[in-house]
T-cell receptor
Framework: GAVVSQHPSRVICKSGTSVKIECRSL??????MFWYRQFPKQSLMLMAT?????????EQGVEKDKFLINHASLTLSTLTVTSAHPEDSSFYIC????????????????FGPGTRLTVL | QKEVEQDPGPLSVPEGAIVSLNCTYS??????FMWYRQYSRKGPELLMY????GNKEDGRFTAQVDKSSKYISLFIRDSQPSDSATYLC???????????FGPGTSLSVIP
C-alpha cells in the first residue's frame, strides 16, 4: 500500500522555539497533502490543505503565521510550528492524496504515523 | 449539531464477537465514506472505502452505507484482540473534497 512517513516521530522543545515536521510520500507522488492535529481522545482536526507549488489553504481558526506549511515537491510537505507554546503540544498527522496516473487510488488519503510535539 | 456523530464508547466485547460500529451525519451531500482504524499514538489506517449507498465486504470487515437515513456502519466479524483500536468514520462530498472525521469509537476486544 501507499506509504507516508513523518519525521520526527516525537519532539520535545522549549517554549518560544520553532519546530519543523516533515511529511513524505515514499512510493507515490502526492499533489495534495493535508495536516491534521489531534488532541487526546479526540478526532482529527484538519489544519490546512497544501497543493504542490502553491500556498496552503488554512481552516478557519488556524493561524497561518504560526503554522507555516511548505509543499515544495510532490513527495514532501513540511509544517513549521513557530514560537511554540505549551498549548501547541499535540499529535500532528499528515496525509497525502496520490497523484493521478500512479499506482494508488486518488480518491483516498494515506496517513503518516504522526508526530507528537511536547512544548515545555 | 456536529456534521458527523459517532458513539465514542468505549466498547468492550469478547474475542470472536461481532462488532457493530456506527456513524450518523447531517450533510446529505456526502457521497464518499471511509472507515479508518487508529492504534494508540499512531496515524489512522484506511480500512474501508465506499462510494454512495450499499455494502462492501473485505475479509472480516463489512461496511454499509444508507444515504436515505444518513447512517453508515462497520461490522467486524470474529473480532480479535488485535482489532482493539479507535475506529474513525470519515466522509466527503466529492472525490477531491476535504475529509470530515467522526470523533471515533474506542473498541477493546477481550481475549
Amino acid at each position: 500500500g501507499a506509504v507516508v512517513s513523518q519525521h520526527p516521530s516525537r519532539v520535545i522543545c522549549k517554549s518560544g522555539t520553532s519546530v519543523k515536521i516533515e511529511c513524505r510520500s515514499l512510493d507515490f507522488q502526492a499533489t495534495t497533502m493535508f495536516w491534521y492535529r489531534q488532541f487526546p481522545k479526540q478526532s482529527l482536526m484538519l489544519m490546512a490543505t497544501s497543493n504542490e507549488g502553491s500556498k496552503a489553504t488554512y481552516e478557519q481558526g488556524v493561524e497561518k503565521d504560526k503554522f507555516l506549511i511548505n509543499h515544495a515537491s510532490l513527495t514532501l510537505s513540511t509544517l513549521t510550528v513557530t514560537s511554540a507554546h505549551p498549548e501547541d503540544s499535540s499529535f500532528y498527522i499528515c496525509s497525502a492524496r496520490p497523484r493521478a496516473g500512479g499506482p494508488h487510488d486518488t480518491d483516498t488519503q494515506y496517513f503518516g504515523p504522526g508526530t507528537r510535539l511536547t512544548v515545555l | 449539531q456536529k456534521e458527523v456523530e459517532q458513539d465514542p464508547g468505549p466498547l468492550s466485547v469478547p474475542e470472536g464477537a461481532i462488532v457493530s460500529l456506527n456513524c450518523t451525519y447531517s450533510n446529505s451531500a456526502f457521497q464518499y465514506f471511509m472507515w479508518y482504524r487508529q492504534y494508540s499514538r499512531k496515524g489512522p489506517e484506511l480500512l474501508m472505502y465506499t462510494y454512495s449507498s450499499g455494502n462492501k465486504e473485505d475479509g472480516r470487515f463489512t461496511a454499509q452505507v444508507d444515504k436515505s437515513s444518513k447512517y453508515i456502519s462497520l461490522f467486524i466479524r470474529d473480532s480479535q484482540p488485535s482489532d482493539s483500536a479507535t475506529y474513525l468514520c470519515a466522509m466527503k462530498r466529492t472525490s477531491y473534497d476535504k475529509v470530515i472525521f467522526g470523533p471515533g469509537t474506542s473498541l477493546s476486544v477481550i481475549p
